[in-house]
């Protein structure tokens, strides 16, 4: 069975800085998500990655397979950016289908 | 774009009564479908999966059922709710295992 471990769990930030959330696994794995989900419950999939890096607008996922590590980095936060921010991978002993959960990590971004 | 509706929202049921929550999918065929929960404070559980119609693995032995009637209907059941059982309920889906996942609005089951 694949462990995800999240850091930190909390995390608060003036707008304008720089953030990283981390994710390590402990078993290999077929790809790794990152998700958003708001206050309201309401999931959101920011990336789905198996190497390298990826970009979207201020995000960045990268990921390291040798590691078994991956980090969501924001530029320039904003508080629209506050949510928790869920690591998942698939694969990893399971099926692709299965995808095991971090516990998340709850971003506050402050003006 | 894929888009799950699920409903209810909110839903508050007594001890011992019977569930249906349900989820459709648009915007793709064949996806695999998940129920997941999320207890207060902890993180998502996944509850069950499928990968066709009538295709249902559990991942954890409870109180609760899932059938898929349809290719794009998915539906989580239990003939007799337990105070355990509340917690926020998720419909996911996912086109291909090497896509993103895209996710339903939830609902939050309260069992009283």
């Known amino acids: 069975k694949n462990e995800v471990e999240q850091s930190p769990q909390n995390l608060t930030a003036q707008e304008g800085e720089f953030i990283t959330i981390n994710c390590s696994y402990s078993v290999g794995i077929s790809a790794l998500h990152w998700l958003q989900q708001h206050p309201g419950g309401g999931i959101v999939s920011l990336f789905m990655?198996?190497?390298g890096k990826k970009k979207h607008g201020r995000l960045i996922a990268t990921i390291n397979i040798q590691e078994k590590h991956s980090s969501l980095h924001i530029t320039a936060s904003h508080p629209r950016d506050s949510a928790v921010y869920i690591c998942?991978?698939?694969?990893?002993?399971?099926?692709?289908?299965?995808?095991?959960f971090g516990k998340g990590t709850l971003l506050t971004v402050n003006p | 774009s894929q888009t799950i509706h699920q409903w209810p929202a909110t839903l508050v049921q007594p001890v011992g009564s019977p569930l249906s929550l349900e989820c459709t999918v648009e915007?793709?065929?064949?996806?695999?479908l998940y129920w997941y929960r999320q207890a207060a404070g902890r993180g998502l559980q996944l509850l069950f999966y499928?990968?066709?119609?009538?295709?249902i693995s559990s991942e954890v032995p409870q109180n609760l059922s899932a059938s898929r009637p349809q290719d794009r209907q998915f539906i989580l059941s239990s003939k007799k709710l337990l105070l355990s059982d509340s917690g926020f309920y998720l419909c996911a889906g996912q086109g291909l295992s090497n896509e993103k996942l895209f996710f339903g609005s939830g609902t939050q089951l309260s069992v009283l």
């Open positions: 990655l198996s190497s």
């Open positions: 998942a991978v698939a694969g990893g002993g399971g099926s692709n289908y299965k995808l095991t």
């Open positions: 915007g793709t065929s064949n996806p695999n």
């Open positions: 499928s990968v066709g119609i009538g295709q």
